[in-house]
């Protein structure tokens, strides 16, 4: 049926299921959590992920439906370094969107000064740049 209809997304989907299968997955939980988020329904996957132990997808796609205020709820264990990468992505994303002052202060927050130094003076926000400089460690 999909064949017929031409729907490229779900005949990629059963493709991928069928393949893990081959391979030994056997997770039928992880398979619907799948199909719930190709369909939109993303709380329902995320449930799913949460529930098959599978945080780590969940967060990569709020991520990548740049939803970070859900995709902060599946940080696992609080790692420092998986904050710091959800915050430079959520900055990226602001950059590319065309807020430069909310991907500065989003850089500042990950840690990532240059990036946010770069930004700023791109921008010739001196006085924050002045501020800055004065925040910052001598070493950095």
Do not use: C
């Not at 031409?6 to 619907?32: A, C, M, P, V, W």
């Not at 915050?87 to 990226?92: C, I, L, R, S, V």
């Amino acid at each position: 049926a999909f064949i017929r209809v031409r729907d490229l997304r779900y005949l990629e989907l059963i493709n991928s299921i069928e393949e893990r299968k081959k391979r030994g997955e056997t997770n039928n939980d992880l398979f619907l959590a799948d199909v719930y988020a190709n369909q939109g329904k993303f709380h329902e996957a995320a449930k799913l992920y949460r529930k098959t132990n599978n945080e780590n997808r969940a967060l990569n796609m709020y991520t990548d439906l740049r939803m970070f205020e859900h995709a902060k709820e599946f940080l696992v264990s609080g790692d420092p370094k998986d904050t710091k990468t959800l915050m430079t992505k959520q900055a990226d994303w602001a950059k590319n969107v065309n807020e430069p002052k909310t991907a500065a202060e989003m850089y500042l927050s990950a840690g990532e000064h240059m990036k946010a130094i770069d930004l700023i003076g791109d921008n010739g926000w001196i006085d924050m740049l002045i501020d800055l400089a004065r925040k910052l460690d001598k070493a950095e």
